[in-house]
């Protein structure tokens, strides 16, 4: 992972990300165009494709969607706009006519070593849409999703509660894991 530059203007992302991996990264907040797409992965590679186009060296970027079933996937990749125009607020009082209130969080995190060798890994949350907006501990879309398995949003959760469900963490815990699987053992060297 020392070999990517975090591709951020997120101090938020930057924290979680350094926690998942464990270690300290570099970062750069370059201004990434936004691809207009409800499919979070199409962001997240547009992303990280410009990323490298500019900085010319390995990159890593995520993304985050935000999918609610009974709008067929709606906001998805879009949930920023939908935040800035609408908020929290607004999206629960469009969710009060919905009869299914199940929605996913999705967090894609993209790297690219050079101009073919991309990867991209996948973490999902599922949950519900709150009634209302409730905390004051998350960012964007978190006081208004429940992930299964809790009665509160991600926004009233201790960092420990919400590392616990994150999708984010998920999709780093697979980045990591394809990262050790490069890595020849300790014996696998030694027998060479």
């Known amino acids: 992972m020392h070999r990517f530059l975090f591709v951020t203007h997120s101090h ?24 207009q797409s409800v499919d979070v992965e199409e962001v997240a590679v547009h992303k990280v494709k410009y990323a490298y186009n500019v900085l010319q060296r390995p990159v890593m970027v995520d993304d985050t969607g935000l999918y609610v079933d009974a709008w067929n996937g709606l906001p998805g990749g879009l949930v ?8 929290d607020r607004g ?10 209130r199940t929605a996913r969080a999705k967090t894609v995190v993209a790297t690219i070593d050079d101009e073919v060798n991309l990867n991209i890994y996948v973490g999902t949350m599922e ?5 209302e907006p409730a905390g004051e501990g998350g960012y964007s879309w978190e006081t208004i999703f429940i992930p299964n398995g809790s009665d509160r949003t991600v ?32 014996g696998a060297l030694l027998e060479r």
Not at 80 to 87: C, D, E, I, L, Y
Not at 157 to 185: C, G, N, Q, W
Request: glycine letters at 4%.
């Open 80 to 87: 920023k706009w939908f935040m800035q125009r609408v908020g």
């Open 155 to 186: 926004a009233q959760m201790t960092r420990e509660e919400k590392d616990h469900y994150s999708m984010r963490r998920v999709a780093f815990e697979a980045l990591i894991r394809r990262e050790e699987s490069m890595v020849p053992s300790v």
């Open 91 to 100: 999206i629960c009082d469009m969710m009060q006519v919905a009869k299914e």
């Open 12 to 35: 938020n992302k930057l924290s979680e990300a350094e926690r998942f991996l464990d270690m300290k990264l570099q970062h750069y907040g370059l201004d990434l165009p936004e691809l």
């Open 127 to 131: 949950g519900t849409i709150a009634p």
